[in-house]
Every structure is written in C-alpha cells, then in structure tokens.
C-alpha cells in the first residue's frame, strides 16, 4: 500500500514489536461487482490492543469476517502465528486460537447463558459422544469440572453470576454483549475479534465494556483486534488502529498518528451523516 | 361399551406412540441439524431390523451381541450416507434435497426386498418368558420391553443435548451455523453424527418392533406415521416429536376402537390420525411446539 505509516508500537505494546501473531497480505475481497476489501495488508502484534475503524461499509467486518474464516479472501493470504490459514475452515481456526464476537449479537437465544458459554468450549473438551456415553469411566467428569471452573471464571471476570442459569434470549442488550464476549473467551482465544463489542450500549455500558476489552488484553494475555465507531474509546484504549475506507487500507498507526492523518479527516468528512456521528461520538 | 377393549388400546396406543415418537425424535434430530426432511427415516427401522435378524438367524449370534453391532452398523451406514450422498446436495433446493431422500427411500425398499424377500419374519425368541405379570395383569414381555426401551431413549436423548459436548455442538449448528463454526464446531461432523444417530436409534426402533410383529417391509410405514407426529409436535421440536408420537399411538387406536364399535367403516387406523393433523394445523400452523419463523415443506 502506498505510504501508509507503518507505525513503530506505542510503549505499552512495545515487548511485543516485531512479533506478528497474525498477518495479511494483499487481501482483496470481492461479492459479485461489490470490492468490499482491496488488496489490504498489515500485521498485528502478539499482546496488541488493534482497533479497525472505517465509515459504515468500509470493510471493517468483512476483514474480521477474512481472519475468523466466514469469508475466504478472493485474493491475498492470511497467516496466523506464521501459518497460512487462507484455505482452512472458521472451526479449524477457532481451534488454533482465533475466538470472535458478532456485530449482530449472536447468542444462541434459547439456551442458558451457562450452555452458551460451554459450547465456547467446545474443542477444549475431549468427551465426544462415544466417551460422553461412558461419563463416569473416562475422566469425563474430572475434566468436566475442570472446565466449570474455568467457566466460572470466566463469569466471574464479566459479572454474569446473577443470570448464568437464565435464558440467553431474555436478557437485556448490554448482558447479551457481554455473554456473547463470555461465550468467546471461553475458547481461550489467543486472538479475539470484536466486532463493534459496544454498539448500541448506553455509556455506563460503554465504560465496562472498555474495562474487559482492556483487561482481557492485559491480565488475560489475548491479542484484542476490535472495530468500534465510538472514537473516544477506540483512542483511548487502542495501541494501534487501521483505518479502512471503501476497502482500502487508508491509513495505520498509534491513535494520535491517525488522528493527525489527513486522509482519515477526508474519509469522515467524505460522508455527511457520518461526521455528525463521529463529532457526536469524541464530544 | 367394552372396557376391557378400550383399555387394551389405550395401552396399546402408549406402547406403540412411544415407539412413532422414538422415530420422529430421529427424524427431528436430522431436520433440526441440517433441515433435510428425510423421506427414507422409514427404512431405517427396516435396515436396522432386517440386519439385527440377520445376525441373529445367519450366524446364530445371541442378542447381545448381535444387537450391538447392528448398532455400530447403522452408525456407520448414517455416516456413509450422510457423506456420500447427502454432503454434495448441501446449499442445493430443498426439493431437490427431499427427491434425493424419497429415491434413497425407494431404492432400500427394493434392496431390502431382493436381499431378504417379501414376507415377514420372526426373531428368534430373546426373552426367557413370553409374558410377566403386572398388578396380577399378564403382559407381553415384549411390550414392555418395548415401552422400556422407548423411555430409555427419550432419558438418553435429554441427557444427550443437556450435557453431551456433541448434543450442545448440535443444538447450536441447528440455531446458526456460521456461529457453531467461529465456536470451532466442525458443521460437516455434526451433520454426520445426526444421521448416525438418527439411523441408530431408528434401527432400535425397528428391532423392537421387528421383534414383536416380525420383520417385514410393513416396517417402513413407521416412516410414514411420522409425519402426522412431528407435524403435530412441530418438525424442530424434539419433545413435540415425542408428544407427537403419544398422540399419534392414542388416537390410531382410539379411533379403531370407536370404529370397531360404532362405525364398522374399516380402516379407520390408519387415517384417523391423518384427520385430526389436518384439524390442528388449521388452529395451530407450526404445530403445537414448533418454532414460528419455520419452513413447511
Ligand atoms: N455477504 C456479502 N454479500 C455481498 N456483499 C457484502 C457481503 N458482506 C459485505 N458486503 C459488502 O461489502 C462492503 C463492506 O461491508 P462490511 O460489512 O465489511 O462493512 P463494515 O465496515 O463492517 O460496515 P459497518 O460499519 O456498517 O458494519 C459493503 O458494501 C457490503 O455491502
Ligand atoms: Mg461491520
């Protein structure tokens, strides 16, 4: 890509330089007449905060959508922990590490949020339907109350204990989020894509949302790649941000490097209702 | 009115309804899984039961052993099939789909046929004593056996998708698959494990009854019954399937007795439930526990 700064990492990602967990390389995505990514590359550092922020449209979801495996890249490559994983299914890469959320809440809406969360577990646990016949000689309950407490942590960490026999469907919005984020981190993901994890929140939503995201990236060690539109978060708490613009890969740096990037001003300005957003959002 | 008849029946209609609904959780576990409705469900029973005798008559194997390795082959007969002909329909009509299940249908029919021929054929006898008493009642083993194995599965089915790591895998592919995937479920695995244990536990199905009335090709028309039984419950409802089939069992005899008492029109076993599905679906079009945003094929 043309001249895009390729930022050196802010300090608090600065161990990690040089490390890429995760890189793309020329991507280009296309539906039909519609490029929705064009030849996009960049890397993301192990213990990195990334953030992708971009107009509606601009193909923020559709690259979250080419490292999760919802979408193969029509051209270009992708490469987790040095592997090319371009040709492997979403379920193989979940089991590599890579967890995510959805920018349409995705629950299982007629489970528990306990049974939400178990199924995040599903390629940690080893009893399959053979062994899980034999529950009490296989170890099968060992290692299941192994992973209860896991889960429980989990739980603990994002403060659902009071609705975890509940049904997932019947919970408020934010809850839901915040479930959803649970049900992914459940995996143990080294790399955890959020897409757009606080849309739609009120502000005190906002402020605890922030809180995980931050949290899961430095106690819990995951790699957080995050698309928001709320600008004062996504500058607060990011160590570096693309930025995307009618799939094309505009600009990349720590927040005050893209904040200062002419380019990124146009691309907001560019869309009237947009501006009004983001103005909106920073205030 | 003959009582003692009534009564009989309505045993009957539990006994015989809890098998209809064993076969119609099979058939809902596909359907739910992988939304193929599976026309062939019928000759599972037939399968499973002409490949229990076989091993039982053939090569004078004992139950136990016979029986279980029916089951380890209807297993891998539902993996084979979902693979080898129902994974390249995927993302194909859904017509084309339920074609492809009606020929699959037709084609064991005739295999079945060939191999073993047209007229029914007795197990060789698995219990000790034909018949036990209850409450000073004289039963036919088989029937409670039957009604035993029938509430076994249904204990196992629950247990299944409450606890199992695959029945959870399954619950959440048959609400969103793109999301199962991202979770690291393998979607083609679980659609092979539904067949597998679809075809599973429809040959039980077809066993016991294989059992009881000996096996034929009448075996099929389990498959047929379904229908009425799962439309009642809902095609996505695994409790509503089994509700459906209690139902199914009841009124079948329900009306023969009414029939056999009063009417004398004849046959009205067969059709009465037929009736009465009609009737519901005009008050309850996604039947009595079905997901409203379903497809009706
Ligand atoms: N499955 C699809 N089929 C066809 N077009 C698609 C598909 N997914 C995305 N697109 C198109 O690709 C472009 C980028 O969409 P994408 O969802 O990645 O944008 P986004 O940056 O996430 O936008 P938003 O902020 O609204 O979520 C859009 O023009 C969209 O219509
Ligand atoms: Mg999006």
């Given at each position: ?135 009490w000689f296989t170890g099968a309950r060992q290692e299941e109350l192994a992973h209860r407490r896991e889960v429980e942590e989990i ?129 | ?297």
């Amino acid at each position: 890509m043309s001249g895009a700064p390729v930022a050196t990492p802010p300090d608090r990602a600065g161990e990690a330089a040089g490390n890429p967990i995760f890189e793309a390389r020329n991507v280009s995505l296309r539906f039909g007449g519609v490029r929705a990514l064009t030849e996009v590359s960049f890397h993301i550092n192990k213990g990195e905060l990334f953030s992708i922020i971009g107009p509606n449209g601009a193909g923020k979801t559709s690259m979250v959508n080419c490292i999760s495996g919802r979408y193969r890249p029509t051209e270009g490559r992708v490469f987790f922990k040095g592997k090319d994983i371009t040709d492997m299914t979403p379920n193989h890469r979940a089991s590599l590490g890579i967890g995510r959320t959805f920018q349409n809440l995705a629950l299982f809406g007629h489970m528990t949020v306990l049974d939400n969360i178990m199924v995040g577990r599903h390629h940690l646990l080893k009893n399959n339907f053979l062994t899980g016949a034999l529950y009490w000689f296989t170890g099968a309950r060992q290692e299941e109350l192994a992973h209860r407490r896991e889960v429980e942590e989990i739980i603990d960490f994002l403060e659902i204990q009071h609705v975890r026999k509940a049904t997932a469907g019947t919970l408020s919005y934010g809850l839901r989020k915040r479930v959803e984020l649970a049900r992914a981190v459940a995996l143990k993901p080294d790399l955890i894509l959020l897409d757009e994890p606080m849309a739609g929140m009120n502000l005190e939503e906002k402020e605890d949302m922030a809180r995980y995201i931050v949290d899961l990236n430095e106690e819990w060690g995951m790699t957080v790649v995050m698309i928001e539109h709320d600008m004062g978060v996504v500058m607060d708490i990011s160590h570096r941000v693309m930025v995307l613009d009618f799939g094309r890969k505009i600009a990349e740096g720590s927040p005050e490097e893209v904040l200062a990037d002419p380019r990124v001003r146009t691309a907001y300005l560019g869309e009237e209702d947009e501006t009004d957003d983001v103005q909106q959002e920073v205030a | 009115m003959n009582f003692e008849l009534l009564f009989q029946l309505l045993i009957n209609g539990v006994i015989v309804g809890a098998l209809y609904g064993v076969v119609a959780m099979s058939f809902v576990l596909i359907y739910k899984a992988s939304r193929i409705v599976n026309f062939a469900q019928g000759e599972f029973l037939l399968i499973g039961a002409w490949t229990c005798w076989w091993l039982l008559t053939s090569w004078q194997l004992p139950f136990w052993i016979g029986f279980p390795i029916t089951l380890a082959f209807m297993m891998a007969f539902g993996i084979l099939l979902q693979v080898v002909v129902l994974r390249p329909m995927i993302g194909e009509p859904i017509i084309s789909v339920i074609m492809v299940t009606i020929g699959l249908s037709i084609v064991f029919q005739a295999l079945m046929k060939w191999i073993f021929g047209v007229f029914a054929k007795p197990f060789p006898p698995i219990f000790a004593s034909q018949t036990m008493s209850i409450f000073g009642l004289d039963v036919q083993t088989v029937y409670i056996a039957s009604l035993v194995v029938s509430l076994l599965i249904m204990a196992g089915f629950g247990w299944f998708f409450k606890y199992s790591k695959m029945g959870l895998a399954m619950r959440a592919t048959a609400f969103d698959q793109q999301v199962a995937q991202s979770l690291g479920i393998s979607v083609r695995q679980v659609f092979a494990m539904s067949w597998a244990i679809s075809a599973m536990v429809s040959a039980v199905a077809g066993v016991v009854v294989g059992v009881v009335n000996g096996v034929s090709s009448a075996l099929s028309f389990f498959g047929i019954k379904v229908f009425p039984a799962v439309i009642l419950g809902g095609l996505d409802s695994v409790v509503g399937a089994v509700l459906g089939g209690l139902i199914v069992g009841l009124l079948e005899n329900f009306a023969h007795f009414i029939d056999s008492q009063w009417l004398n029109w004849g046959n009205m076993y067969e059709i009465a439930p037929f009736y009465v599905l009609i009737i519901i679906l005009m008050i309850k079009p996604y039947g009595l526990f079905g997901t409203k945003d379903i497809e009706r094929v």
